[in-house]
């Protein structure tokens, strides 16, 4: 469960136009460079639904290279790989192969299911930085739970 930041939210009257990785509410519009990983080379703005109330929330997922290397070690026992060894353990292929998931949606209090996993609906901005410049990554900006299945089950 993410912290409730109601020090912040009730000091201004609008919603949040986004929340980022660890369920703080941001203002501004979204861009990769505002995510809260300053190293990030991956980042993707999601639209996910608390699976409670299914209210919706555009949401903030970022990784850093390192982190896939640290994943991918950990996973695979070994500290010797290459750029294919860690390529299964990056936003991009989680993104690619509809495994990405954001968790505990932010915590609104609007219902008990802050405390439950989020469903991850679709990816609405893929960005990658392959050098200093962010790039977006239209490709990979999918559905990801399909809507007739989340229909069924509100």
């Given at each position: ?125 893929f960005w990658e930085r392959p050098n200093f410049d962010w790039v977006r990554v239209p490709e990979l900006e999918i559905e990801i739970e399909k809507a007739e299945d989340y229909d069924e089950a509100r």
């Amino acid at each position: 469960m993410k912290h409730h930041y109601r020090d912040i939210r009730e000091r201004i009257a609008e919603e949040p136009l986004w929340w980022d990785e660890e369920g703080v509410p941001r203002y501004c519009e979204f861009a990769p460079n505002e995510t809260n990983n300053i190293y990030a080379d991956q980042a993707i703005l999601l639209l996910i639904a608390c699976q409670g109330c299914r209210k919706e929330f555009k949401v903030c997922m970022s990784q850093a290279r390192y982190r896939a290397y640290i994943n991918a070690s950990e996973r695979l026992g070994r500290n010797d790989l290459t750029d294919e060894d860690i390529k299964d353990y990056t936003l991009k292929e989680f993104v690619r192969s509809k495994r990405i998931h954001y968790g505990d949606p932010p915590n609104t209090g609007c219902c008990g299911g802050t405390t439950m996993n989020c469903i991850d609906l679709k990816v609405l901005e893929f960005w990658e930085r392959p050098n200093f410049d962010w790039v977006r990554v239209p490709e990979l900006e999918i559905e990801i739970e399909k809507a007739e299945d989340y229909d069924e089950a509100r």
